[in-house]
């Protein structure tokens, strides 16, 4: 559902007219495989390099039984993150008030975290990373997959510095995540944030735990601001956190990396349920849209009108099917509409 949620976000930046801003598309995931044979083509990646800034919409469905499709359209977007040296991905987690969740809104009420995920590195990249087989006596046994997880000092470190200078301009509070107590990869993490940390005496820093960490965050939500982690764990958490903003299809992500360019994206997945049906939420496409603006292009005003659209529909009680409650829900397209339509009037 890529190209849908897209297309309304496309509508969006279309009603703020922006002169600065010319618009190309091209084909990445499953898509571009049944056009041209290619996850990546080299139409996209010439086109991205010659582009400030990239608004991608999700790469399409992984048949894992189609061998036709293996190893899965995801491999396009992380040999695209690769390609624009993506190493940090941020993910606001906010909640709006006009959209209940299964949580009592009085313990969400005021949140706003930014999570601040690794990209390029850990177990999504380290090698060796092969599935081989085991042998006895000459014989083939069984299957066995080996993935590793690995980060390096000055990998920690980067990210580590961008996490409490984003503090520094929030709330002053950092959460770092890790696994220190069994995995080697993460007693280099935790040491690294800690060295960092010595130069930012003004912003809090405390360390937890994966699992307690989720915990918590869950339990109080409100209490957080910054939550640091690595790719791994920062995956699974901020989707764990949609509960807090209502669903996936609310959560938007920036992807930035130390060239200047950036890669934006909403956070869910393809959803092949919803496809070609105008019920998916393009909410987390229009709100990775006004990320875009904010820190590719510096246009604060115009990604300031997005937010507040989005609250304003929202608030007039226009909503898609994921966070309807089971109540009257608008279509894809028409949310978009909403949202583009009210931009017009600001």
């Known amino acids: 559902m890529g190209p849908e949620v897209i297309k309304?976000?496309?509508?969006?930046?279309n009603a703020l007219t922006i002169r600065q801003i010319t618009i190309k598309e091209s084909l990445i995931g499953r898509t571009a495989f049944e056009s041209t044979g290619s996850f990546l083509p080299v139409s996209t990646v010439n086109m991205v390099?010659?582009?400030?800034?990239?608004?991608l919409g999700s790469v399409g469905a992984n048949r894992t039984t189609d061998i036709t499709y293996y190893p899965g359209p995801e491999t396009a977007l992380l040999k695209l993150r690769k390609l624009m040296s993506s190493s940090i991905n941020l993910r606001p987690i906010?909640?709006?008030d006009s959209i209940n969740t299964s949580f009592p809104n009085d313990n969400l009420k005021g949140t706003d975290i930014l999570v601040l995920r690794e990209l390029t590195s850990g177990i999504y990249f380290g090698k060796p990373k092969i599935v081989r087989k085991t042998y006895a006596q000459t014989k083939a046994t069984s299957l066995e997959g080996v993935d590793t997880m690995k980060y390096s000092e000055s990998e920690v470190r980067s990210i580590a510095h961008v996490a409490f200078k984003s503090a520094r301009n929030r709330k002053k509070k950092i959460l770092s995540v890790d696994k220190a107590n069994v995995l080697e990869s993460s007693k280099v993490w935790r040491s690294m944030v800690l060295e960092v940390s010595k130069s930012y005496n003004d912003v809090r820093l405390w360390n937890n735990y994966i699992d307690s960490a989720v915990i918590e965050i869950l339990a109080n939500p409100r209490e957080f601001d910054v939550v640091l982690s690595g790719n791994l764990f920062g995956d699974i958490l901020s989707d764990q956190l949609s509960i807090v903003s209502g669903s996936l299809g609310m959560l938007p992500s920036a992807s930035l990396g130390f060239n200047g360019k950036g890669l934006y994206e909403p956070v869910h997945g393809s959803a092949p349920s919803l496809t070609h049906k105008n019920l998916a939420n393009p909410i987390a496409a229009i709100l990775s849209l006004a990320m875009l603006l904010r820190y590719s292009f510096h246009l604060?005003?115009?990604?300031?009108?997005?937010?507040?659209?989005v609250v304003s529909v929202l608030k007039r009680n226009y909503k898609t099917s994921d966070i309807s409650n089971g109540k009257r829900y608008v279509s894809t397209s028409e949310m978009g509409d909403l949202i583009a339509s009210l931009i017009r009037t600001i």
């Not at 390099?49 to 608004?55: E, R, T």
């Open 8 to 13: 309304e976000s496309v509508k969006v930046l």
């Open 94 to 96: 906010k909640h709006y």
């Open 49 to 55: 390099k010659a582009s400030d800034a990239v608004l």
């Open 300 to 309: 604060n005003k115009q990604a300031s009108m997005i937010d507040n659209a």
